[in-house]
């Protein structure tokens, strides 16, 4: 039986069920659900706090989990001491980055003035990490969560979060200094040097799929044969387009995968040449 981690609450919760289920996996009608069973896949799914997920698919109490990449980097032993949970596929949802931020009207404004202050965080492993990396000696203040509060309450002179658009921390009077120390989104995790088994195998096929149907569209249309070449140049597919001849003499239909982001430039293009009939149908999941 495959043993799954997913998130039970917080921003990544409910996308990462929603890519379960549209996955084909059974997930839980009720948040008071700790975890569910899918018997047509064998699947068992435990809902942890992210912050969790990392340790116990690391430990290998669990196969595989969802969790932000931030968490999997903020859980994972320095220098390499114990077990640790390694990514296995980025999942394309939960987009953020970790990023320092002051108050307006403290004078800092760049990164080196952070040397000798107090900077507040979630994530003291990250951010230790990072300081270390770039010479900066500074106090780590931990704090569990409303780090945006830290330097108005004055525990801290800046502070290092995870930032989805900045609303939060300027409603708090702070302003973003320097570059992103990192990246993060919904990431898959196995445990390091686990022998991937089937069941880890077929649902990184299914998730990959639902990202694939994500950015995709069905793209149809039916096209003059003389005009084959340009069109099929405009939708090349994946391996190639699908080309079948018409009951119309010299027309054929044409059908092919276009990135979801291109649907309309493409449509319009294929219309300007000549093409008719043009319609796009939604995939809902697919295997490549």
């Known amino acids: 039986m495959l043993r799954v981690a997913v998130p039970n609450k917080g921003v990544l919760s409910e996308p990462a069920a929603a890519m379960l289920a549209e996955s084909g996996y059974r997930q839980r009608r009720s948040t008071k659900d700790l975890a569910v069973y899918d018997p047509d896949s064998d699947t068992e799914f435990f809902y942890l706090r ?28 320095a220098d390499g001491e114990g ?34 202050r107090r900077i507040a ?45 900045g609303t939060t921390l300027r409603a708090a009077g702070l302003r973003i200094i320097g570059e992103p120390l990192l990246t993060s989104e919904a990431v898959l995790v196995g445990r390091e040097g686990a022998e991937e088994v089937p069941a880890v195998a077929q649902l990184r ?59 309309n430039r493409v449509m319009d293009e294929l219309w300007e040449l000549g093409a008719r009939a043009i319609l796009v149908t939604s995939i809902h999941a697919c295997r490549l």
């Not at 932000?68 to 980097?73: A, E, F, K, P």
């Open 50 to 77: 992210p912050r969790d997920i990392a340790v116990y698919v690391a430990s290998g109490t669990l196969d595989v989990g969802i969790t932000g990449r931030d968490m999997l980097l903020e859980t994972t032993p």
């Open 83 to 116: 077990p640790a949970a390694v990514e296995v596929m980025p999942l394309g949802f939960g987009r953020s980055s970790f990023r320092f931020a002051s108050p307006v009207e403290s004078g800092i404004d760049s990164v080196e003035q952070l040397a000798g």
């Open 121 to 165: 965080t979630a994530y003291p492993v990250l951010l230790q990490h990072h300081l270390q990396e770039q010479g900066i000696k500074a106090s780590v203040v931990r704090l569990d969560g409303a780090v945006e509060t830290a330097c108005r309450l004055g525990v801290a002179d800046a502070v290092c979060d995870v930032v989805e658009t």
């Open 205 to 263: 096929r299914r998730l990959r799929g639902v990202l694939v149907a994500r950015q995709y569209v069905m793209l149809d249309y039916d096209c003059p044969n003389e005009l084959l070449e340009r069109a099929t140049a405009l939708t090349p597919g994946l391996e190639g387009p699908t080309v079948s001849p018409l009951q119309t003499p010299d027309w054929s239909a044409v059908r092919a995968m276009v990135r979801q982001s291109d649907t």
